[in-house]
C-alpha cells in the first residue's frame, strides 16, 4: 500500500508558493491578475499531479469477462 506522505509534501510545497506568490507580488493596477494567475497555475499544476500520481499508484483494473 503506497504511503499518502508524497502527496501531503508537494501540497505543502504548494501552498507555501501560493503564500510566497501572495506576499511578494509587485504593487500595481495588476496585482491582483497576476495573483489569482500564479495561485491558479500552482493549483492546476498540483492537481495535474496529484490525479497523475494516484491514477499510478491504484490504477482502475477491468477484469476481462468471460464470454
Given at each position: 500500500?503506497?504511503?499518502?506522505?508524497?502527496?501531503?509534501?508537494?501540497?505543502?510545497l504548494v501552498l507555501i508558493l501560493m503564500a510566497c506568490s501572495w506576499?511578494?507580488?509587485r504593487k500595481g493596477p495588476?496585482?491582483?491578475l497576476i495573483?489569482?494567475?500564479?495561485?491558479l497555475a500552482l493549483a492546476c499544476?498540483?492537481?495535474?499531479w496529484m490525479v497523475t500520481y494516484l491514477a499510478?499508484?491504484?490504477p482502475l483494473?477491468?477484469?476481462p469477462s468471460n464470454y
Open positions: 500500500m503506497a504511503s499518502i506522505l508524497p502527496t501531503v509534501i508537494v501540497l505543502g506576499l511578494f507580488t495588476n496585482q491582483t495573483r489569482t494567475s500564479l495561485m499544476c498540483y492537481l495535474m499510478q499508484v491504484h483494473e477491468r477484469k
